[in-house]
């Protein structure tokens, strides 16, 4: 009786409102942070998926990877995402990197967790779990990297350690998203080092990232911890732009 006069209290005097449309989420919604519409509205990455990135094959007939693989082969083995990156992904994931909206992160992290039981992926070969790091400058207007807050969700979901500070962005590079694709690939490169090669020599590596558009931040990741000795290494984002 207590608990549910203190709930009732709590929402008169502290209003969950859904983070996308504003709208009043009442104490018997089981969502949080999104009220049931928006949440509804993410939508799922579906297959059949490109045997690389997994971004959705268009016209799958006979195909097994999409034309920006062909283009570019990437340095990661394979890449997953849980969701299309339509304008609610987008403007949750703004929110998240560049709003202090932190709270994000278990509602994304359950996006994630959601994509690898339907489609039932197999980290267990995975030995280290390592977020895509930010430079040294982001990272201090930004006060936090929002790819370690979903790599941690990950790591103690499955139970893989999570490597920290080993992988480092050594050159502040211009934001991704504001550059054409081509310029996206020598921007990166160069931009990533690793300080302990023995970490990861003859480990499975997963990287984890907020968005996957053309795939140059985490092949060059995935290209760097290769030439330091991992034997594989994957990708998961959240979302996947098409």
């Known amino acids: 009786m207590l608990r549910i006069f203190w709930n009732g209290l709590c929402a008169l005097v502290f209003p969950r409102n859904c983070i996308l449309c ?4 009442s104490p018997g919604d089981p969502a949080d942070t999104l009220c049931l519409r928006c949440a509804n509205s993410l939508e799922p990455n579906r297959p059949p998926f490109c045997q690389r990135c997994s971004r959705t094959l268009i016209n799958p007939e006979g195909k097994n990877f ?18 299309g990156y339509n304008e609610h992904m987008k403007k949750l994931i703004h929110l998240f ?32 779990v390592v977020p895509i790091p930010l430079s040294l400058t ?9 790819s370690q807050l979903i790599a941690e969700r990950i790591s103690r979901k499955y139970n893989i350690p999570t490597s920290y500070r080993n992988l480092i962005r050594v050159r502040h590079t211009q934001n991704q998203a504001l550059l054409k694709q081509k310029e996206r690939w020598t921007n990166i ?3 990533f080092k690793i300080k302990n090669s023995q970490e990861f020599s003859q480990k499975s590596v997963l990287l984890i990232d907020d968005l996957l558009t053309t ?5 060059e990741a995935a290209r760097v911890l290769k030439e330091a000795g991992a034997s594989q290494v994957g ?8």
Request: net charge positive; with cysteine.
């Open 138 to 146: 982001r990272l201090r207007e930004r006060g936090y990297n929002q």
């Open 66 to 83: 999409c034309p920006d693989c062909l283009r570019h082969p990437h340095y990661f083995d394979r890449a997953w995402a849980a969701t």
């Open 189 to 191: 490169h160069g931009a």
């Open 215 to 219: 795939g140059a931040t985490g092949s």
């Open 22 to 25: 504003k709208q009043y989420i």
């Open 235 to 242: 990708l998961l984002t959240i979302a996947i732009a098409k």
């Open 97 to 128: 990197k560049y709003s202090h909206k932190t709270s994000l992160r278990t509602v994304l992290a359950q996006l994630i967790f959601s994509f690898i039981e339907n489609y039932q992926l197999d980290l267990s070969a995975y030995q280290r």
